[in-house]
């Protein structure tokens, strides 16, 4: 069992960053691949990044490459979420997952655990 905690967002200006933290408990963290996934108001939730097990393989939708970068700190079970050149369109919900079978293509239904979601909001 694994429990995800998200926390560092907030409401920033279009132009401005944000880094997303995602805390999970538990002994096995570098089992796990980790993704983070937004959902906007009245759109379904969607696919942002996700990273290998080891942190050495990364993989991006098109919308955040080049301003998103995903990375994660073994030693403190944590991943995290560095958003850069923010636009209004990143406003959203984002939850961080892991998931078991360490693909960072899979689905988001493959994905094992999931936080709680963190609000991200980017005024114009």
């Known amino acids: 069992q694994v429990q995800l905690v998200e926390s560092g967002g907030g409401l920033v200006q279009a132009g401005d960053s944000l880094r997303l933290s995602c805390a999970a408990s538990?002994?096995?963290?570098?089992?796990?691949?980790m993704g983070w996934f937004r959902q906007a108001p009245g759109k379904e939730r969607e696919f942002v990044a996700a990273?290998?097990?080891?942190?050495?393989?990364?993989n991006y939708a098109d919308s955040v490459k080049g301003r998103f970068t995903i990375s994660r700190d073994n030693a403190k079970n944590t991943v995290y979420l560095q958003m850069n050149s923010l636009k209004p369109e990143d406003t959203a919900v984002y939850y961080c997952?892991?998931?078991?079978?360490?693909?960072?293509?899979?689905?988001?239904?493959?994905?094992?655990?999931w936080g709680q979601g963190t609000q991200v909001t980017v005024s114009s």
């Open positions: 997952a892991a998931n078991s079978k360490g693909s960072i293509y899979i689905p988001m239904t493959w994905y094992d655990y």
């Open positions: 538990g002994r096995t963290f570098s089992s796990y691949a």
């Open positions: 990273i290998s097990r080891s942190g050495g393989n990364t």
